[in-house]
C-alpha cells in the first residue's frame, strides 16, 4: 500500500473562509488550496509565511461578498452580478510538510501531495513558498495526468537556470528548467508573460534552441493584454492535454507588490495582473495553479498578500461564483 502524503495541518482561516478539508474529502472538479511554505531556496526568508498570510487577506474578499442582505455583488466594471457557489466544489488541505532544510524530502512531499489532490481530480492551487515549490508541483501534476502538458509562467524572470555556483541544479532561480525536462513538457508549449529584467547567457540559450515562447513587457506595452494573453495559451494549449499556470508576484511592478524579494520597476500593475487571471479564468483546461515569492517579511500592509489573494479569486471565478447580467 501506497503511503499517503503527511499534510502539515489546516491553517487558520482558511483560504477565503472555505471548508478544512483532508485528501480522502477531495472530488472530481473541487478547487483544492494548498499551502507550500518553502522559503529557503534563494528568496528568504519571508515566503515561508506567505500561505498564512494570503489565507488572512483573503478574508476581506470574502466579507465583501457575503455582507450584502442579497448574498451577491455586482462588478462596477461590466455590470455582472456575481456571488458564491454553495456546497462542496472546494476546500483548504491546510500545509503541505515541509522538511527545512532537507530539499530532496521537501521536493517528494510537495509533488506527492500535488499528486494525490489530482489523481482525485482535483485542481490544486498551491500558495507558496518561494518559486522552487512550482516544480514539484508541476512535477505532481504530471504523474497524476499523463499525456501531454503546456506550461505558462508569469513572471519577471526566467527561472532557467542549470546549475547556480551558489544554490546549485535545484533552487528558485532553476525550477523552469527542472519543468522542462519532464516527460510531458515540450518546450514548444511553454510560455513566459511579463518578462523584463536580464537573462544568463544560458537562459538565453535555452530560448534561442528549444522554441519557447518569451512575452516581454515590451511586447505587451506594444500590444494588449489580451492579445498576449491569447497568444500564450494557444502556444501552451497546442496538441496538449492540459496546462500548468505559475504565478509570480514579482511580475507586478514594485509600487503594488512591496512584499517580494525582488523589486521591479516597469512590470505589470496591480490592475493588469488582475485582469491577466480574469483572462485565464476562461481557460478550463488549467490543470494546476501555483502563486509564489509573496514575502510576509517586506509587505506593507499586507499589499502583497491581498493582491495574491484577489489574484486567485479572479482567477478561480467561473469554478467558485455564480454570474449573471442584470435583469
Same mark, same amino acid.
Given at each position: 500500500?501506497?503511503?499517503?502524503?503527511?499534510?502539515?495541518?489546516?491553517?487558520?482561516?482558511?483560504?477565503?473562509?472555505?471548508?478544512?478539508?483532508?485528501?480522502?474529502?477531495?472530488?472530481?472538479?473541487?478547487?483544492?488550496?494548498?499551502?507550500?511554505?518553502?522559503?529557503?531556496?534563494?528568496?528568504?526568508?519571508?515566503?515561508?509565511?506567505?500561505?498564512?498570510?494570503?489565507?488572512?487577506?483573503?478574508? /476581506?474578499?470574502?466579507?465583501?461578498?457575503? #455582507?450584502?442582505?442579497?448574498?451577491?455583488?455586482?462588478?462596477?466594471?461590466?455590470?455582472?452580478?456575481?456571488?458564491?457557489?454553495?456546497?462542496?466544489?472546494?476546500?483548504?488541505?491546510?500545509?503541505?510538510?515541509?522538511?527545512?532544510?532537507?530539499?530532496?524530502?521537501?521536493?517528494?512531499?510537495?509533488?506527492?501531495?500535488?499528486? #494525490?489532490?489530482?489523481?482525485? /481530480?482535483?485542481?490544486?492551487?498551491?500558495?507558496? /513558498?518561494?518559486?522552487?515549490?512550482?516544480?514539484?508541483?508541476?512535477?505532481?501534476?504530471?504523474?497524476?495526468?499523463?499525456?501531454?502538458?503546456?506550461?505558462?509562467?508569469?513572471?519577471?524572470?526566467?527561472?532557467?537556470?542549470?546549475?547556480?555556483?551558489?544554490?546549485?541544479?535545484?533552487?528558485?532561480?532553476?525550477?523552469?528548467?527542472?519543468?522542462?525536462?519532464?516527460?510531458?513538457?515540450?518546450?514548444?508549449?511553454?510560455?513566459?508573460?511579463? &518578462?523584463?529584467?536580464?537573462?544568463?547567457? #544560458?537562459?538565453?540559450?535555452?530560448?534561442?534552441?528549444? /522554441?519557447?515562447?518569451?512575452?516581454?513587457?515590451?511586447?505587451?506595452?506594444?500590444?494588449?493584454?489580451?492579445?498576449?494573453?491569447?497568444?500564450? &495559451?494557444?502556444?501552451?494549449?497546442?496538441?496538449?492535454?492540459?496546462?500548468?499556470?505559475?504565478?509570480?508576484?514579482?511580475?507586478?511592478?514594485?509600487?503594488?507588490?512591496?512584499?517580494?524579494?525582488?523589486?521591479?520597476?516597469?512590470? &505589470?500593475?496591480?490592475?493588469?495582473?488582475?485582469?491577466?487571471?480574469?483572462?485565464?479564468?476562461?481557460?478550463?483546461?488549467?490543470?494546476?495553479?501555483?502563486?509564489?515569492?509573496?514575502?510576509?517579511?517586506?509587505?506593507?500592509?499586507?499589499?502583497?498578500?491581498? &493582491?495574491?489573494?484577489?489574484?486567485?479569486?479572479?482567477?478561480?471565478?467561473?469554478?467558485?461564483? #455564480?454570474?449573471?447580467?442584470?435583469?
Amino acid at each position: 500500500m501506497t503511503k499517503e502524503p503527511q499534510i502539515a495541518g489546516v491553517s487558520r482561516p482558511t483560504f477565503l473562509n472555505w471548508p478544512a478539508i483532508g485528501l480522502d474529502d477531495i472530488t472530481p472538479g473541487m478547487v483544492v488550496i494548498a499551502g507550500a511554505p518553502c522559503g529557503w531556496t534563494g528568496s528568504g526568508p519571508g515566503p515561508e509565511y506567505a500561505p498564512g498570510a494570503i489565507r488572512r487577506a483573503s478574508q /476581506g474578499n470574502d466579507w465583501r461578498w457575503r #455582507e450584502p442582505p442579497e448574498g451577491e455583488v455586482v462588478d462596477v466594471m461590466d455590470g455582472t452580478v456575481v456571488r458564491l457557489k454553495s456546497g462542496p466544489g472546494k476546500g483548504d488541505l491546510g500545509d503541505i510538510a515541509i522538511y527545512n532544510p532537507l530539499l530532496e524530502k521537501t521536493t517528494k512531499s510537495i509533488a506527492d501531495t500535488t499528486y #494525490e489532490i489530482a489523481r482525485r /481530480g482535483g485542481l490544486p492551487v498551491c500558495l507558496g /513558498g518561494d518559486h522552487y515549490v512550482s516544480y514539484p508541483m508541476v512535477e505532481g501534476v504530471a504523474r497524476a495526468k499523463g499525456g501531454k502538458l503546456g506550461y505558462i509562467q508569469i513572471d519577471a524572470h526566467l527561472d532557467l537556470q542549470n546549475d547556480n555556483p551558489n544554490h546549485g541544479t535545484h533552487w528558485h532561480g532553476s525550477n523552469a528548467r527542472r519543468v522542462s525536462e519532464l516527460a510531458p513538457f515540450d518546450p514548444l508549449n511553454m510560455v513566459w508573460l511579463g &518578462l523584463l529584467d536580464v537573462a544568463w547567457p #544560458e537562459e538565453w540559450a535555452f530560448y534561442k534552441t528549444t /522554441g519557447c515562447t518569451f512575452i516581454t513587457m515590451k511586447d505587451i506595452r506594444a500590444s494588449t493584454l489580451e492579445a498576449q494573453v491569447e497568444k500564450a &495559451l494557444a502556444v501552451a494549449g497546442k496538441g496538449t492535454d492540459a496546462i500548468y499556470l505559475t504565478l509570480d508576484i514579482d511580475v507586478v511592478q514594485r509600487a503594488s507588490s512591496p512584499g517580494t524579494g525582488y523589486t521591479n520597476f516597469g512590470g &505589470l500593475t496591480a490592475w493588469e495582473f488582475l485582469e491577466v487571471m480574469k483572462l485565464l479564468a476562461n481557460y478550463p483546461q488549467i490543470a494546476g495553479i501555483d502563486i509564489v515569492e509573496v514575502n510576509p517579511l517586506l509587505d506593507k500592509n499586507n499589499t502583497t498578500a491581498m &493582491l495574491a489573494a484577489t489574484a486567485l479569486a479572479n482567477l478561480l471565478q467561473p469554478r467558485i461564483f #455564480e454570474s449573471r447580467k442584470p435583469a
